[in-house]
């Protein structure tokens, strides 16, 4: 293995997940992500847990974790987040793990692919990848589920939060590129059912459920950042006292 080669694999690993996450040829919306706003925090678990979870699991994350973290008692977790069963038909623990009763057979079944585990998706595909997917369904009666995607053309998911952004469909506009050749491109979408929502409320609310998901694919960044933080104040001090130590020490040997 050459040099190069080496050198181009650790760019690589380097590279942060949300390039990865990008679709070739779409630009992404950027969503502001701010894991401190408890209150965005729970809206976006309370907007997971209604529309996401009963498909999606997030079996990395428990339920008294985000109690702890978001600012809820267990027992208003328990109330207001718990939806689930286990196996013996009680209700789910508050120290579970985040999954729903759906199994892959019937998902792979009912949407030709196995709805993924979410808990680590806002790494893997980015939280603007998220904001504007999120954002950009759009009626297309072609597709089985009736609607298509801008960002992820081809998505077997349904549109779950119709009910608060309503139906919208594409418009499109005739572009000539720089060889002369004329293309139908999407230029953005007309709203032809109204939700309950309005665009500036369901941004709000999408921001929020990407915010909480940031949020389960790194629980503990704030507190990274906290001790962060301290540590490279530890560091500076440090390296006062160690530049007057060598000072001292070579005060009678350098003259």
């Given amino acids: 293995m050459n040099t190069r080669t080496v050198i181009s694999a650790f760019v690589l690993l380097l590279m942060p997940a949300a390039s990865f996450g990008a679709s070739v040829g779409v630009e992404l919306d950027h969503v502001r992500i701010d ?17 996401c979870l009963g498909c999606h699991t997030a079996d990395y994350q428990r339920y008294n974790r985000i109690a702890q973290d978001v600012g809820l008692t267990d027992e208003q977790v328990v109330e207001n987040l718990v939806f689930t069963t286990d196996d013996a038909g009680e209700r789910t623990k508050v120290g579970s793990l985040m999954f729903n009763n759906m199994s892959k057979d019937y998902g792979k079944q009912a949407f030709g692919a196995s709805p993924p585990n979410l808990a680590l998706t806002a790494r ?11 954002r950009t369904f759009y009626l297309d009666p072609s597709r089985p589920v009736g609607v298509n995607n801008k960002v992820f053309a081809g998505a077997s998911m349904p549109h779950v939060l119709w009910e608060l952004q309503g139906w919208q469909k594409p418009v499109y506009e005739t572009q000539t590129d720089a060889h002369g050749h004329e293309a139908e491109v999407m230029v953005g979408f007309e709203l032809v059912t109204k939700g309950k929502q309005t665009p500036e409320e369901y941004d709000r609310t999408v921001a929020d459920l990407v915010n909480f998901m940031a949020y389960m694919a790194d629980p503990i960044k704030v507190v990274r950042h906290r001790v962060g933080m301290w540590v490279m104040l530890f560091l500076i001090v440090f390296l006062v006292v160690a530049y007057q130590l060598k000072k001292e020490y070579w005060r009678d040997i350098v003259k």
């Fill in 35 to 51: 894991p401190t706003n408890t209150a965005s925090l729970q809206r976006g678990a309370r907007t997971f847990v209604n529309y």
């Fill in 124 to 134: 893997s595909r980015g939280t603007d990848w998220l904001y504007t997917y999120l």
